[in-house]
């Protein structure tokens, strides 16, 4: 028969009826059933141990001794320990499957039993003693003795119920009382390491008649004040084993912190600073005494406010008398006192603290090298911008005398062509007419290059300031000035009135006449030119407008439209133009600090627009 097989019928073969009767009717029931049987005085004793091998030699012999007298005997404990008795009492030449033994051996799970009269966590009185009472006077017969081992308290403690366990103690105490049996109870002494574990061991003690002491401790000595001293001494020792090693362990954690730390800050070069709040008192390592040049190893705040440079010193004072105050960190750079004609540059963060004491700790890095190198970086830029703007300079002038000097022969070349044209065309045959109509084209096309170049130019150079801008006003303006925008050469609309905007007048004169000349321009032979122009919130960014100018021209090919704004694209060459207007418009609207894009349709006309920011 297995051990499942064995434990379960000690609880089936109860009467289960005379758990409906009340507590007092249990009582009495238990009372008189206990005067008939004559039983004699119980003794409740608690066993302490540490290797649950230990519980298991003791519990053995506790329970040979009594099969071997004929007692009957009830073994309340975990499944584990059930099989582990078993083995040990056969390993002893008791098998308690045998007849002669089987009749006397009861065992019950302890969880199994607990299930049986804990309600909502707790032990019921009335379900406890009727339960018990019928399995002790099921074990029992005439005259016979009991002696019984319950581990349900150990297994409650276990699960963090010490309260309830306390209680079951008591409420075998009162079992006790109506029924004589011998009741062994068990804790593990790790039950009790806690530094507030005291309390409940002496609460446990209190519940029982005699305590026997776990096995690190040899006993000699039968005296029960003796034993109940010394397994105090056991919890409180074991409570400080386990504090010590805590301890040591929180040491060996915090020696490792500081090694990491040192080497960090070693390797860092940092020094380490404290200042009391209270007293102002100052303290600090021999690395930061370093930094701040002192010889004296007892410096103290004054004397490390002499060692900074008078020019920085109360600007660091300051610095430091304001984060102590407002409880807040600090950083400040400052030079220290010249030592052989050089000074050194230091860098010091700081921070309160408030653990007990009030002190604002901090470190300390030279940082002399870096100051150099941005102070020698600083002049470098400052002598290449200076050469930068010489060039520039030479260049506006080179750009402006050149154009100048290209300008002024296309002017000579385009005039004697006109005067050719004019006087002289009736005795010129059509070649020659041609060619000199080349001429004056061409003189015509590189004038407008030259003219579109210098703009490029005077935009990418030329610092925009920004203004209020009317666009209604803008555009309207443009309108009227250029005939190829107005009717009947093009019909042009403008939807609702146009905002102000934040930009450059004439920047922006110089976009909107290069995108309506474009718009114009740009489509099908034969087609009158419309073109719609509107305003709207820009998607996505609430401060700006969008200024959207669309036209029914031939549209951009889609893979065309990341250059069409670099300078000298020319994307079709039937239509006259230099490459660069556009480039002067995304360039314009760069400096503004605005955008600009296209929506297009290869063969179905494009939408420009301008993002441009609202006035402040």
């Given at each position: 028969?297995?051990?499942?097989?064995?434990?379960?019928?000690?609880?089936?073969?109860?009467?289960?009826?005379?758990?409906?009767?009340?507590?007092?009717?249990?009582?009495?029931?238990?009372?008189s059933d206990h005067r008939s049987r004559g039983a004699g005085e119980s003794e409740h004793f608690v066993q302490f141990y540490e290797d649950e091998t230990y519980l298991i030699a003791s519990l053995t012999e506790f329970v040979r001794s009594?099969?071997?007298?004929?007692?009957?005997?009830?073994?309340?404990?975990?499944?584990?320990?059930?099989k582990l008795l078993e083995d040990s009492l056969a390993n002893e030449g008791i098998d308690v499957r045998e007849s002669n033994f089987k009749e006397f051996y009861y065992a019950v799970a302890a969880t199994e039993a607990l299930g049986r009269f804990m309600v909502n966590g707790w032990p019921d009185k009335d379900l406890f003693i009727t339960?018990?009472?019928?399995?002790?006077?099921?074990?029992?017969?005439?005259?016979?003795?009991?002696?019984?081992?319950?581990?349900?308290?150990?297994?409650?403690?276990?699960?963090?119920?010490?309260?309830?366990?306390?209680?079951l103690e008591e409420l075998w105490n009162e079992l006790a009382r109506m029924h004589a049996f011998t009741l062994m109870c068990a804790y593990p002494m790790s039950h009790f390491r806690g530094e507030n574990d005291g309390r409940s061991l002496l609460e446990v003690c209190g519940n029982h008649h005699r305590i026997i002491p776990a096995e690190s401790f040899p006993i000699h000595s039968?005296?029960?004040?003796?034993?109940?001293?010394?397994?105090?001494?056991?919890?409180?020792?074991?409570?400080?084993?386990?504090?010590?090693?805590?301890?040591?362990?929180?040491?060996?954690?915090?020696?490792?912190?500081?090694?990491?730390?040192?080497?960090?800050?070693?390797?860092a070069q940092m020094g380490i600073w404290e200042i009391d709040l209270l007293t102002r008192a100052f303290h600090c390592s021999t690395e930061c005494r370093t930094h701040f040049g002192a010889q004296d190893e007892n410096l103290n705040y004054q004397g490390m406010l002499k060692l900074i440079h008078p020019d920085d010193r109360t600007a660091v004072d300051k610095s430091l008398q304001t984060g102590m105050v407002a409880n807040s960190d600090i950083y400040a750079e400052f030079r220290t006192m010249p030592v052989n004609g050089e000074y050194k540059w230091i860098a010091v963060r700081g921070r309160c603290f408030h653990n007990g004491t009030h002190r604002m700790?901090?470190?300390?890095?030279?940082?002399?090298?870096?100051?150099?190198?941005?102070?020698?970086?600083e002049q470098t830029v400052r002598q290449r911008t200076a050469e930068l703007q010489r060039t520039i300079g030479e260049l506006e002038a080179f750009s402006y005398s050149i154009?100048?000097?290209?300008?002024?022969?296309?002017?000579?070349?385009?005039?004697f062509a006109d005067i050719l044209l004019d006087e002289?065309?009736?005795?010129?045959?059509?070649?020659?007419?041609?060619?000199?109509?080349?001429?004056?084209?061409?003189?015509?096309?590189?004038?407008?290059?030259?003219?579109?170049?210098?703009?490029?130019?005077?935009?990418?150079?030329?610092?925009?300031?920004?203004?209020?801008?009317?666009l209604d006003h803008l555009i309207r303006g443009i309108l009227e000035c250029?005939?190829?925008?107005?009717?009947?050469?093009?019909?042009?609309?403008?939807?609702?009135a146009l905002p102000v905007v934040s930009g450059n007048a004439a920047a922006l004169t110089q976009c909107f006449s290069n995108l309506l000349g474009n718009a114009v321009k740009f489509v099908p032979r034969g087609t009158l030119p419309k073109v719609r122009i509107w305003s709207e919130q820009s998607p996505g960014e609430p401060s700006a407008f969008r200024i959207c100018i669309q036209d029914n021209g031939i549209g951009i090919p889609v893979d065309a439209r990341d250059r069409i704004f670099g300078i000298f694209q020319r994307l079709n060459h039937s239509y006259e133009g230099t490459g660069i207007g556009l480039s002067i418009v995304k360039k314009a609207m760069e400096r503004m600090g605005g955008r600009v894009g296209l929506e297009s349709k290869e063969g179905n006309g494009s939408t420009f627009w301008l993002e441009i920011k609202r006035p402040a």
């Open positions: 028969m297995g051990l499942t097989e064995r434990v379960a019928p000690a609880f089936d073969a109860l009467d289960w009826r005379a758990m409906t009767l009340t507590g007092q009717q249990a009582r009495n029931k238990f009372d009594g099969l071997e007298n004929e007692e009957a005997c009830l073994v309340i404990a975990t499944r584990d320990h059930l339960l018990f009472g019928q399995l002790i006077s099921k074990a029992t017969g005439p005259g016979q003795s009991l002696r019984a081992f319950g581990e349900m308290v150990s297994v409650l403690w276990k699960e963090g119920k010490s309260d309830a366990a306390l209680r039968e005296d029960d004040e003796q034993l109940r001293a010394i397994t105090i001494l056991q919890q409180k020792a074991g409570a400080v084993e386990h504090e010590i090693s805590g301890r040591k362990k929180a040491e060996a954690e915090k020696r490792e912190q500081q090694t990491r730390l040192q080497i960090a800050v070693e390797l700790l901090g470190v300390s890095m030279e940082i002399t090298a870096r100051k150099r190198n941005a102070e020698m970086l154009s100048h000097d290209m300008r002024a022969p296309l002017r000579s070349m385009r005039s002289c065309a009736d005795s010129l045959n059509e070649d020659c007419r041609g060619y000199l109509h080349r001429i004056a084209a061409a003189g015509e096309r590189m004038d407008r290059l030259i003219q579109d170049v210098l703009t490029f130019s005077r935009v990418s150079r030329t610092e925009l300031k920004l203004e209020p801008v009317n250029y005939p190829n925008l107005q009717a009947p050469a093009a019909e042009i609309t403008i939807e609702h």
